[in-house]
């Protein structure tokens, strides 16, 4: 029995490690952001299909999670083709380090067109990620693909409100 739970741990560690990477820079970026997202939302002008704030921390904790699945099974990939894993993964850690950036930015700074800028290059990032991550699993990049959807609806959103709000 102790093979087994010792097999079972090593298997799960790397999707563990990936995926609370991914929830913890989330967090911290939200942490950062200091509380802005509650106040902002409420004095801005918001465009038509915003949803209500509370969809955003669910749907954000799902993603962080596909993200870290991802970002492992490239990482476990890597014997079949290092380079490409390792290109995959540098741009995940991009990816994961403009994605902070973008909260403090915008909820807390409330600089909107810089936010802008910076999601616009987060959706070329996690473009490029997601090509990266095909090349070396499918499934992988399969898994990014509700990451991209709702990264272009934040883009779109974000482009409303420095609209909207200017």
Known sequence: MGDKIKSFWNAAKP????SLLSLAVGGLSALLSGGGMKTLYDEIVRPLLSPPPI??????TLLYSLMGIG????YLARDRDPAGARTALLLFALN???NFLW??????LRAFFPALLL???????????????????????LLQIPYLIWL?????LTASIWILNR
Do not use: K, N
């Open 15 to 18: 999707y563990l490690f990936f």
């Open 55 to 60: 969809v955003f921390p669910i749907v954000w």
């Open 71 to 74: 970002a492992a099974r490239v």
């Open 96 to 98: 994961l380090l403009v």
């Open 103 to 108: 909260s403090p930015l915008f909820f807390g």
């Open 119 to 141: 999601i616009l290059v987060l959706d070329g990032v996690v473009i490029r990620m997601t090509s990266a991550f095909r090349q070396v699993d499918q499934t992988a990049a």
């Open 152 to 156: 272009f609806f934040a883009t779109y």
